[in-house]
C-alpha cells in the first residue's frame, strides 16, 4: 500500500517532476491566475495537499503571505519549505478565503465530493483551482508511462507504484468532476490544462 511516509516525502520534489505532467506549468497557472484576478496580497489562499511546501512558497514568494497549506502526513510537513504556514489535517480547515488550490490530491481522498463541498462552504468567493489524475484509456495510460520512463523512471518502479497505488488512489472521470462542482455550486468550470489524464479545472464561487 502505497503512503506518505519519511521515505516518499524526502524524494517527494523529484517524483513529482517525473511523474506529474506539466507540475511546474500548473503551478505557474495558478499564481498567474491570482494576479489576473487581481486578487490583493492579504486575502487568504489554501493549497489543499501542500506536500514539502513548493507551492505555497511560490505564492508567499510572489507576495501572498497569508497562503495556507492543508496537509495530511507530518512527515511531509517536517520537510515543509513553511511548517508555520501548514495545518496537518485530513478536513478541509475553517479559514475564508479566496483562493484554493487542490492540485493532485483529491484523487486520494475517499470522501471527495463531501471535501469540495466543504472547500465551497469555506470560500467567500473566489478562484478553487482543482487538479487530479482521472480515469485513463489503455492507450493513454501507455503514453502516461512512456511519459515517466522518458523523465527516469525504471519500468520496475512503474508496476510497482501502481500495484501501490490500489485501492488508495481512486479516479474519477472527467464527466464527474464537471458535474460535482456544478452540482456543489461552483459557476464559470472550465478545463485549463489536461494532459495523459491529469485535468486542471477551473472553478469560481
Given at each position: 500500500m502505497w503512503e506518505f511516509n519519511e521515505e516518499v516525502a524526502n524524494r517527494f520534489d523529484q517524483e513529482a517532476k517525473t511523474n506529474i505532467p506539466d507540475y511546474e506549468r500548473v503551478i505557474d497557472l495558478c499564481l498567474n491566475?491570482?494576479?489576473?484576478?487581481?486578487?490583493?496580497?492579504?486575502?487568504?489562499?489554501?493549497?489543499?495537499?501542500?506536500?514539502?511546501?513548493?507551492?505555497?512558497?511560490?505564492?508567499?514568494?510572489?507576495?501572498?503571505?497569508?497562503?495556507?497549506?492543508?496537509?495530511?502526513?507530518?512527515?511531509?510537513?517536517?520537510?515543509?519549505?513553511?511548517?508555520?504556514?501548514?495545518?496537518?489535517?485530513?478536513?478541509?480547515?475553517?479559514?475564508?478565503?479566496?483562493?484554493v488550490m487542490a492540485n493532485w490530491t483529491l484523487h486520494f481522498v475517499k470522501q471527495r465530493r463531501e471535501y469540495i463541498k466543504s472547500i465551497y462552504d469555506n470560500m467567500t468567493g473566489g478562484v478553487f483551482v482543482l487538479t487530479?489524475?482521472?480515469?485513463?484509456?489503455?492507450?493513454?495510460?501507455?503514453?502516461?508511462?512512456?511519459?515517466?520512463?522518458?523523465?527516469?523512471?525504471?519500468?520496475?518502479?512503474?508496476i510497482k507504484k501502481e500495484e501501490q497505488l490500489k485501492g488508495y488512489m481512486a479516479l474519477a472521470s472527467v464527466?464527474?468532476?464537471?458535474?460535482?462542482?456544478?452540482?456543489?455550486?461552483?459557476?464559470n468550470i472550465q478545463i485549463i490544462n489536461a494532459s495523459l489524464g491529469f485535468v486542471t479545472f477551473y472553478a469560481e464561487k
Open positions: 491566475i491570482a494576479k489576473i484576478k487581481g486578487f490583493s496580497f492579504d486575502i487568504n489562499v489554501v493549497d489543499v495537499g501542500s506536500a514539502t511546501g513548493h507551492t505555497v512558497d511560490k505564492f508567499i514568494q510572489a507576495g501572498y503571505q497569508y497562503t495556507w497549506g492543508v496537509e495530511s502526513s507530518q512527515f511531509m510537513i517536517d520537510k515543509s519549505l513553511h511548517k508555520q504556514n501548514i495545518i496537518l489535517s485530513n478536513k478541509f480547515p475553517t479559514i475564508p478565503c479566496e483562493m487530479d489524475k482521472t480515469t485513463q484509456t489503455k492507450e493513454i495510460k501507455e503514453l502516461y508511462y512512456q511519459f515517466k520512463v522518458f523523465n527516469g523512471v525504471s519500468k520496475e518502479y512503474i464527466d464527474w468532476y464537471l458535474n460535482t462542482l456544478k452540482e456543489v455550486g461552483f459557476k
